[in-house]
């Protein structure tokens, strides 16, 4: 069955780094496009980031451009998120969803940007 785990989260001061992970499995990995979205407590999950299945094609929402790092290995089976110059804003849960037929999603990542 697919499973994706979302790991490498944590509390960091503004102006920090993390670097996410995802591990994926139950499907043909480097067919698919991966993502990452994230939500904040009280708001709606927000699109943050996309690549394609080959690596080639990267995408990012406007907020996160310049600041954030999407890649993959399609070897390892993993989607990874360089997260640089953090802000408070980017506080939510990281998740690395995947659609085939429809949503899967991890259980999520914490990211907490506090001074």
């Known amino acids: 069955q697919v499973q994706l785990v979302e790991s490498g989260g944590g509390s960091v001061q503004p102006g920090g780094s993390l670097r996410l992970s995802c591990a994926a499995s139950?499907?043909?990995?480097?067919?698919?496009?991966m993502n990452w979205y994230r939500q904040a407590t009280g708001k709606e999950r927000e699109w943050v980031a996309g690549?394609?299945?080959?690596?080639?094609?990267?995408n990012y929402v406007d907020s996160v451009k310049g600041r954030f790092i999407i890649s993959r290995d399609n070897v390892k089976n993993t989607v990874d998120l360089q997260l640089n110059s953090l802000k408070p804003e980017d506080t939510a849960v990281y998740y690395c969803?995947?659609?085939?037929?429809?949503?899967?999603w991890g259980q999520g990542t914490q990211v907490t940007v506090s001074s």
């Open positions: 139950g499907f043909i990995f480097r067919n698919h496009a």
């Open positions: 690549i394609s299945p080959d690596g080639e094609d990267l």
């Open positions: 969803p995947v659609y085939i037929v429809k949503q899967y």
